[in-house]
């Protein structure tokens, strides 16, 4: 798959994709080229790094290349106005 970050604003190239299951309270990160079915949202690495799923759902990391380690010095917390996308997806769930 290639294209760019669905995030707005954000020119980086394509390096994961997202899923979720409201039922489930899931979601999933995998490799671009998991997305057979072609409607995983589209993310760059520094945002799918990011990625904070709503409080009491689950985040499986199932990408090749994984996440910055623990240990790095870089600042990855998720601040609240960088996760219109996750808020526009999960407005519905956080209801119920």
Known sequence: M???CGRHGCNAPVTA???????AQT???DDPDQDRLGW??????RHADRLTPPRGWHLLDR???KALPADSDIDLAPQEEDTPLLARAFRGARAS
């Open 17 to 23: 994709i997202f899923r979720f299951d409201g039922r």
């Open 40 to 45: 995983g949202g589209r993310l760059c690495t």
């Open 63 to 65: 990408r090749t290349v």
């Open 2 to 4: 290639s294209g760019l």
């Open 27 to 29: 979601v999933w990160l």
